[in-house]
């Protein structure tokens, strides 16, 4: 099979990974078959100082016209003083909202070998952690009507937080469709017991229950999920929430598996096109040093295979040879234990044991 992927790079790190991301592509193309097309483009930082717009006309056609995006990272330090508008961050809302990918999936795997790096005590990790996020993603505060005026007493700015019904369903039925192929337990976070928008939410999700009569729904409040997530994870399985809520509680449950620098994201729309990326950030300060660690753009890339190319077996095969690799004494910096004889590893090498280690089923 042919596919055709729009590949932004981005700023920072980005560049680093996604080419450690694509070598193992081909590999995948080479064991099984396939062949993947990439087109290059811009965005973020990077689309700012060539083009002076953080999401060039070009960027958005092409993806519109392509299988799937596969994304990089966006930001760094040097774009912080401009304009909301133009912040390097705003071409991920653009992509978001220009390719209706409605949904942001978080897996928080902690890997069996990556324990020790969780900030949990052992009694709390157990056998490990294994939760899905899927936060609400074009619509919320990110979205809502925002500004600022001055007034006598100083500069009054205000941000929106809405939802509609149909934009809480299609999240909710997803999640719910989620977890019938987990362990068929949902909980929604809001903060109902505050805003109008949550009460909305927590009706609408309710609603959507009843066509799911096997999965068991809970509710829980913001403040509240924060705290379990830490105290006692094990009792979740798919987390659903708004956007805001969701941005929020998807980096508090990566950090818990061990290192944001392990974690994929997907984001989907209807139909099968999504856009897949890691969940960590730039990193700038790391930059072009062959320190940054590719897992998490890798497994993105498994995400890809699985969701929008259905092409389940080399999503396994990839995911396989990651826990493979885990298994040696290779570790890049932010996964590394002291005391524990592992080597020091950069993101060209970690990149070259993976692809060694694929193989077709």
């Given at each position: 099979?042919?596919?055709?992927?729009?590949?932004?790079?981005?700023?920072?790190?980005?560049?680093?990974?996604?080419?450690?991301?694509?070598?193992?592509?081909?590999?995948?193309?080479?064991?099984?078959?396939?062949?993947?097309?990439?087109?290059?483009?811009?965005?973020?930082?990077?689309?700012?100082?060539?083009?002076?717009v953080p999401l060039p006309a070009r960027t958005l056609a092409v993806c519109k016209e392509s299988d799937a995006v596969l994304l990089g990272a966006v930001g760094g330090p040097q774009w912080d003083n401009l304009a909301g508008s133009r912040r390097p961050e705003q071409a991920l809302l653009g992509l978001r909202s220009g390719l209706g990918l409605f949904a942001n999936l978080r897996p928080?795997?902690?890997?069996?070998?990556?324990?020790?790096?969780?900030?949990?005590?052992?009694?709390?990790i157990g056998e490990g952690l294994d939760i899905y996020v899927v936060r609400e993603l074009t619509g919320g505060i990110y979205f809502g009507d925002r500004g600022s005026e001055e007034l006598a007493s100083g500069t009054r700015a205000w941000d929106t937080m809405a939802y509609s019904v149909p934009e809480v369903e299609r999240i909710a039925r997803l999640s719910f469709s989620i977890a019938m192929k987990r362990s068929k337990k949902v909980t929604s976070v809001d903060k109902a017991n505050i805003l109008e928008s949550s009460r909305l939410w927590r009706a609408t999700v309710e609603k959507v229950a009843r066509d799911f009569p096997e999965v068991e729904l809970n509710h829980m409040y913001v403040d509240n999920a924060a705290m379990q997530l830490v105290r006692n994870p094990h009792q979740f399985d798919v987390i659903v929430t708004s956007n805001m809520f969701g941005d929020i509680l998807s980096d508090e449950a990566s950090m818990i598996t061990g290192s944001i620098g392990m974690l994929p994201s997907a984001s989907?729309?209807?139909?099968?096109?999504?856009?897949?990326?890691?969940?960590?950030?730039?990193?700038?300060?790391?930059?072009?040093?062959?320190?940054?660690?590719?897992?998490?753009?890798?497994?993105?890339?498994?995400?890809?295979?699985?969701?929008?190319?259905?092409?389940?077996a080399e999503a396994d095969a990839v995911e396989a040879a990651v826990a493979a690799v885990l298994k040696g004494p290779s570790?890049?910096?932010?996964?590394?234990r002291e005391g524990k004889g592992e080597k020091l590893t950069g993101t060209r090498?970690?990149?070259?044991?993976?692809?060694?280690?694929?193989?077709s089923a």
């Amino acid at each position: 099979m042919d596919y055709a992927i729009a590949v932004i790079p981005g700023d920072g790190i980005g560049p680093d990974i996604i080419d450690e991301t694509l070598q193992v592509l081909d590999r995948i193309g080479e064991l099984y078959g396939h062949s993947f097309k990439y087109t290059e483009l811009l965005a973020g930082g990077a689309a700012l100082d060539a083009e002076g717009v953080p999401l060039p006309a070009r960027t958005l056609a092409v993806c519109k016209e392509s299988d799937a995006v596969l994304l990089g990272a966006v930001g760094g330090p040097q774009w912080d003083n401009l304009a909301g508008s133009r912040r390097p961050e705003q071409a991920l809302l653009g992509l978001r909202s220009g390719l209706g990918l409605f949904a942001n999936l978080r897996p928080a795997i902690l890997f069996e070998e990556l324990k020790d790096a969780c900030p949990l005590r052992s009694d709390i990790i157990g056998e490990g952690l294994d939760i899905y996020v899927v936060r609400e993603l074009t619509g919320g505060i990110y979205f809502g009507d925002r500004g600022s005026e001055e007034l006598a007493s100083g500069t009054r700015a205000w941000d929106t937080m809405a939802y509609s019904v149909p934009e809480v369903e299609r999240i909710a039925r997803l999640s719910f469709s989620i977890a019938m192929k987990r362990s068929k337990k949902v909980t929604s976070v809001d903060k109902a017991n505050i805003l109008e928008s949550s009460r909305l939410w927590r009706a609408t999700v309710e609603k959507v229950a009843r066509d799911f009569p096997e999965v068991e729904l809970n509710h829980m409040y913001v403040d509240n999920a924060a705290m379990q997530l830490v105290r006692n994870p094990h009792q979740f399985d798919v987390i659903v929430t708004s956007n805001m809520f969701g941005d929020i509680l998807s980096d508090e449950a990566s950090m818990i598996t061990g290192s944001i620098g392990m974690l994929p994201s997907a984001s989907l729309g209807e139909g099968s096109f999504g856009m897949y990326e890691p969940v960590h950030g730039s990193a700038p300060d790391i930059a072009g040093q062959d320190k940054a660690n590719p897992i998490a753009a890798i497994l993105s890339a498994a995400m890809m295979l699985r969701y929008t190319f259905e092409l389940s077996a080399e999503a396994d095969a990839v995911e396989a040879a990651v826990a493979a690799v885990l298994k040696g004494p290779s570790r890049t910096g932010d996964i590394i234990r002291e005391g524990k004889g592992e080597k020091l590893t950069g993101t060209r090498e970690m990149g070259k044991l993976i692809r060694d280690a694929l193989v077709s089923a």
